[in-house]
Every structure is written in structure tokens, then in C-alpha cells.
């Protein structure tokens, strides 16, 4: 096999992979937005429930747009026509943005979400949409030249092995970016209702991928300048709603969620972080923990 779709393995039951036109061709009418490898699975911690309270107000937050040109920017050096993955692309923004940086790129979205692939193909018809497990990605080995995950290892009791199949399907010398929510310590109610395993700490997501197989070549946080409000309003969280479950819960998380809009000073916040990294300021505390991680290249 040849071409974008060598990287696939064939879906359960299958001796091959579909063709694509704009969506997978099938044996009936019309087109399939993604290829089912498993509806669902015991490895993450997230629903179409959550997909629906969630996504909307991923898409212009300030954090989200910013945590999204942060990936794009530590993919690194790309070969011509370079296979990409986003593992646990959700509703497919970070695709969008790949799209527009990488126009030549082959674009693979993974997720379990059904409801969260097919706006991820509304919106990104030419990647190839993969409803599967983080934790034994529908992949080749050695076949991606770059792979990126934001806000997705929290939600897997196993994120290492999440982490060894990254390393798997990149090839040798091929970056994996990825995000996770950072400070153990502000671990609240909402952390709990969205499904986290666990909020980072400092390192940690380092000493994993190490673990893993994986060159650590980057360790950074975002969200930086806005952590110490940030800080203070999940320890009042802790103190206040720890109790909080069942209704009540569901209805603080979304009312969270709702007032958590666009906010000018927050996006002028993160414009400035950018700055401050790159010119080599690095703050041992953030949001979010941002770990660029590379499949070794084999001796000689």
C-alpha cells in the first residue's frame, strides 16, 4: 500500500483500508466521517456528554488558542508531505490550525468521541478520522513524522501506555508535543466532574515519556502570568465545593464553563508569556505543562 492511507491499520474485520474521498467510502451511499476501530474503551476518563459541555468554549478561549499555537510551534522541522496525528483531536481545532501551518501535510485525527469526530470532519474534511484508543493507536509502527496530544494523558488511568504508543508510530527522530493540566495541588471539583486522573507535576510528564523510550527535548508550562489568580480560585474551590457532586456539581461546572469566555487581558497575558519564552524566561509554575518529547534515532 501507498500513498496517506499506508500509515492506517485496517479497521476490525477488514483486510484493507477504505478508500477516501472526502470522507471514507463504504459499501452504501455517502460518506463515513471517520473509520470506527472502537467506540469506546476503559482507557479514558471523557463522554459525549462532556464533549458537548466542553468543546464550544475550547475553540476561542484565550489558554486554548494560545496552548495551540505553543504545539504548532515546537513541532519542529517537518520532511515534504509529512504525516501528523492530533491524539484526542476532539472537535478538530487543533486540525484546523495543522491545516493552515501544513497545507501539505497528511492530517490523522484520533479520538473516541463519536459526536467530536464528525465536527472534527465538518470542519477538516481532508484529515483522515480515526475513532479509536490512545492506548493502542490504529497505526502503524515508525509511520508518523510527528505526533501531538493536548489535554488528553490526564483523562487515562494509564497515560504511560498512551506514551509507549506514541513512541511506537513515530518514526526515528519524529516529536511528540504534548499538553497536559498542570499543579497537583489545584486539583478541584472541576478537574474531577471533566474526568482527570490527575493534574501534572513538575517534571513528571518528563520522567514518563523517559520511561516511555522518549528524548525529552522541551518542559515548559503556560498559562504562566495568569497562574496565581488561577491558584487562588481553585484553592478557594478546595475549601468551598469539595463536597459538590451528582446535579449541583454538573450545574457549577457548566456555569464554569459559560462565564470562562473570551477575556481581553487573559489573551494579552498569553501574547506576552510568548514573548518571555521565547526569549528563554521559563516559570516553574503554569495552567498547563507543555513536554516535547522524541523517538531516539538508532546508533550508527
Not at 14 to 20: H, T
Not at 142 to 153: G, I, Q
Not at 234 to 244: A, H, I, P, T
Not at 261 to 285: I, N, Q, V, Y
Amino acid at each position: 500500500m501507498s500513498g496517506p492511507d499506508a500509515v492506517l491499520l485496517p479497521p476490525p474485520g477488514a483486510d484493507s483500508i477504505p478508500g477516501y474521498d472526502g470522507g471514507w467510502i463504504g459499501e452504501g451511499p455517502g460518506r463515513s466521517p471517520f473509520l470506527r476501530y472502537a467506540e469506546r474503551g476503559p482507557t479514558v476518563n471523557w463522554s459525549e456528554e462532556l464533549e458537548g459541555l466542553h468543546e464550544e468554549s475550547s475553540r476561542e478561549h484565550f489558554i486554548d488558542v494560545w496552548t495551540r499555537r505553543a504545539v504548532l510551534a515546537c513541532v519542529g522541522p517537518l520532511p515534504e508531505r509529512a504525516t501528523i496525528a492530533d491524539v484526542g483531536c476532539s472537535s478538530g481545532y487543533l486540525l484546523e490550525d495543522l491545516r493552515i501551518a501544513h497545507p501539505e501535510a497528511t492530517l490523522i485525527g484520533v479520538d473516541l468521541i463519536a459526536s467530536g469526530l464528525r465536527k472534527a470532519h465538518a470542519l477538516v474534511p481532508q484529515a483522515r478520522l480515526l475513532q479509536g484508543d490512545a492506548c493502542e493507536l490504529p497505526l502503524r509502527d515508525a509511520s508518523l513524522d510527528a505526533a501531538l496530544s493536548a489535554n488528553l494523558l490526564e483523562h487515562l488511568p494509564d497515560d504511560l501506555a498512551a506514551l509507549s504508543e506514541l513512541r511506537r508510530v513515530l518514526r526515528p527522530g519524529a516529536r511528540a508535543v504534548v499538553v497536559v493540566p498542570a499543579g497537583p495541588d489545584v486539583y478541584d471539583y472541576y478537574d474531577r466532574f471533566l474526568g482527570h486522573e490527575r493534574r501534572y507535576g513538575n517534571g513528571e510528564l518528563a520522567r514518563k515519556g523517559r520511561v516511555a523510550g522518549l528524548e525529552v527535548l522541551r518542559d515548559v508550562h503556560l498559562g504562566s502570568l495568569l497562574y496565581p489568580p488561577f491558584w487562588l480560585v481553585k484553592q478557594r474551590n478546595r475549601r468551598r465545593f469539595s463536597q459538590l457532586d451528582g446535579e449541583a456539581l454538573r450545574r457549577r461546572v457548566a456555569g464554569d464553563i459559560a462565564g470562562t469566555g473570551h477575556s481581553r487581558a487573559g489573551a494579552l497575558a498569553c501574547r506576552l508569556e510568548e514573548r518571555l519564552l521565547r526569549a528563554g524566561l521559563r516559570l516553574p509554575f503554569g495552567i498547563r505543562g507543555l513536554t516535547v518529547l522524541r523517538r531516539p534515532v538508532a546508533p550508527g
